[in-house]
């Protein structure tokens, strides 16, 4: 018994050791000062854009490759660059209440990536959970992703429909008889990080 009890033992440690996390991965941290989220809002009536400050984050590389990372955004930031300064702060005071996204209570939202598939050698599609207002939903995008060694650039533009994140303000979906008043559910985003080297 004992004599088969050992070899047991080496397959399963072999196994265990098959699936664990590639020694060759490293986490290369985003030049936050560099990098960038843009967001765009529409109505019938025309859109807004903005921006929202990245305060920390990483990507993951094994060999070269992309495989993972993660970032987290400082909701309290956004602003609206597209109107004049006036304009500006009042949509943004809107926009940073109960109504919208509720800063003061939700100060921060992050993204951590799930999974990474490989399209070629910079393009890559990835699934990942998005957390905002306390709410995380699983999102999915392309992103292309450049680099070698301890240095990168990577750039994603996705679309999240804010409802799914308890945003529900003047959306056409959830309120009926809004006419032109209607905020559209769709958020676009665009990504954009650079490594701090």
Known sequence: MK???????LVAAFLISSF???PHTNDVK??????????????????????????????TFDHGNFVGGTFSIDMQSLATNDMSEE??????????????FDVEKFSDANL????????????????AD???????NPISFEA??????NSFVAAAKFTIDRTKWG?????????????????YDDIELDVFLISNK
């Open 87 to 100: 304009s500006n702060k009042k949509l943004d005071r809107h926009l940073k209440n109960e109504d919208f």
């Open 3 to 9: 004599n088969l009890f050992i070899p047991v033992l």
């Open 144 to 149: 292309e992703v450049t680099g070698s060694g």
């Open 30 to 59: 985003v030049n936050t000062k560099n990098s960038k989220l843009i967001w765009t809002g529409s109505k019938p009536t025309g859109s807004h854009t903005g921006t929202i400050d990245i305060v920390s984050g990483f990507l």
């Open 20 to 22: 664990t996390i590639s």
């Open 130 to 136: 998005l957390t905002m207002k306390g709410i995380t």
């Open 167 to 183: 945003v529900e303000y003047k959306s056409g979906n959830i309120f009926k008889n809004l006419g032109d008043k209607i905020i």
């Open 112 to 127: 951590k990536i799930t999974k990474v598939f490989k399209i070629d050698d910079r393009n890559y599609s990835v699934l």
